[in-house]
């Protein structure tokens, strides 16, 4: 029994240890490597990854993920001392796109 998003994952961790490794010899940030990696990958580049509603669905599971993870790092007093900036931004992203 085959399972599609498995070899999707498996070509995507392949493809970003590849390019991951041509950006760090040429000195290029890793997030402009897994930028060229999702392109390469995806169906307007390479066509490699087959199931891309399933893989979006991962993506953003690790979204929150990382997230929750920053989060973590955050003291509830740290928080409160920048509160105006937070409850600025949180309108500002609110506001952005009205229903």
């Keep these: 029994m085959e399972i599609p998003i ?3 994952i ?3 961790f392949a493809l970003a240890v590849f ?3 041509l950006c760090h010899k040429l000195k290029i940030p890793s997030i402009v490597g897994f930028l060229l990696t999702g392109i390469l990958a ?6 490699l990854v087959k199931s891309v509603e399933q893989v979006e669905i991962i993506a953003e599971l690790g979204v929150v993920l990382l997230l929750f993870s920053i989060g973590l ?4 007093k740290s928080l409160m001392e920048i509160k ?3 409850l600025f ?3 500002c992203s609110l506001n952005r796109y009205p229903d």
């Design 73 to 76: 790092e955050f003291s509830f």
């Design 89 to 91: 931004l949180c309108y």
């Design 19 to 21: 390019v991951l490794f």
């Design 84 to 86: 105006k900036t937070v």
């Design 10 to 12: 498996i070509i995507i």
């Design 6 to 8: 498995f070899n999707d």
């Design 42 to 47: 995806g169906p307007h580049g390479l066509a």
